[in-house]
């Protein structure tokens, strides 16, 4: 096979510290690329707030150097030793190692283990698919759990209460707001910047927009019931308070770690509120949960919401975006076309 172009990070670490990195797009062959059972001819990935570090040098993502980024995957089969598997077959791969401790996926060429690649169902299109990428499946799976655990959106409805969505101008926000809301859920969307993307997340279905600083702060370990149930992609102390905001058998998803990894909390809400918090864990997750969020992806994903929250660029301009996306200045998803 013919050459083709990587976005490919080279880190030279010291005692666990990052003290050289490099991100550049360029050319490699086949014997740049790591051990799999599947050749996929990629035509698009996506940016995520770990591709956003990786890319960007900063610590804990990128496991191995160098690395071509990309946590998705999004393109038709070229060659398979998976029976699963026929070229020209039409796959999504989201997590699985991609991007951290594998090649990912912004290269126009990925190899991968077929034993995580998901058909991408007849409605959505490729570029859709990449849309949704990692951050879509995992507000799935967050909405899954939700619903696994008996949070029902007509009953949320009618107690006046709602389904509260952190970071939810990011990725997985925007997709979980949209998501919930296409299933009746009445939802609080939480954002820092509620000024500027006010319209945004009341187009994709948000019934009320409150700002970060009500949750973001110390407070009881048991406060005011204001949730049936959250989604929540920020961690820390945000997820402390909502936690201890949580109504008498609420059910939080939690999925992200953007305010940090710690939990400054009390047992006081599950054992007097019986509140249930569940961990998303979209990397390892399973082929049948796999396949079983996308088919509701297909379904149940606004068409024209996922259009709203979603922007193109091409392959070197995934770079620059990688800061923005560190900082907070993009909402939504990023599509990244690597054939542009």
Not at 326 to 340: F, I, K, S, Y
Request: aromatic letters at 4%; hydrophobic letters at 45%; glycine letters at 10%.
């Amino acid at each position: 096979m013919s050459d083709f172009r990587a976005l490919v990070i080279e880190q030279q670490v010291d005692g666990g510290r990052i003290t050289a990195h490099r991100a550049e797009v360029r050319r490699v062959d086949d014997a740049f690329l790591m051990p799999g059972d599947v050749t996929i001819a990629v035509e698009f990935s996506d940016l995520n707030y770990k591709d956003g570090l990786a890319i960007a040098g900063r610590p804990g993502v990128a496991r191995t150097s160098p690395l071509i980024p990309g946590i998705d995957v999004v393109g038709t089969v070229q060659q398979s030793r998976d029976p699963r598997w026929h070229p020209g077959e039409r796959v999504v791969l989201n997590g699985a190692g991609l991007g951290e401790s594998h090649h990912g996926g912004l290269a126009e060429r990925a190899r991968v283990d077929g034993s995580a690649l998901v058909r991408i169902p007849d409605a959505l299109t490729s570029e859709q698919a990449a849309a949704i990428g990692t951050a879509g499946f995992t507000a799935m799976l967050a909405v899954l759990a939700l619903e696994r655990n008996g949070i029902d959106p007509q009953e949320v409805a009618e107690s006046g209460s709602s389904i509260l969505v952190t970071g939810a101008a990011g990725g997985v926000g925007s997709v979980a707001v949209a998501l919930l809301a296409k299933l009746g859920y009445p939802v609080t969307a939480s954002t820092g910047r509620a000024d500027e993307v006010r319209d945004y997340l009341t187009d994709l279905g948000a019934t009320t927009i409150i700002d970060r600083s009500e949750l973001d702060a110390a407070g009881k370990p048991l406060q005011s019931q204001r949730w049936a149930g959250a989604v929540d992609s920020v961690g820390s102390q945000t997820l402390a308070t909502v936690l201890a905001q949580t109504r008498y058998g609420g059910v939080v998803a939690a999925c992200g770690l953007a305010q940090g990894p710690d939990l400054p909390a009390t047992v006081l809400p599950f054992i007097l509120r019986a509140v249930t918090l569940v961990g998303i864990n979209s990397v390892e997750a399973p082929a049948a949960l796999r396949e079983t969020a996308w088919r509701r992806l297909a379904t149940d994903l606004d068409e024209e919401s996922l259009a709203a929250m979603t922007r193109f660029v091409a392959l070197a301009d995934a770079i620059p975006a990688a800061e923005d996306i560190l900082a907070g200045r993009l909402r939504g998803r990023t599509v990244v076309d690597v054939r542009g």
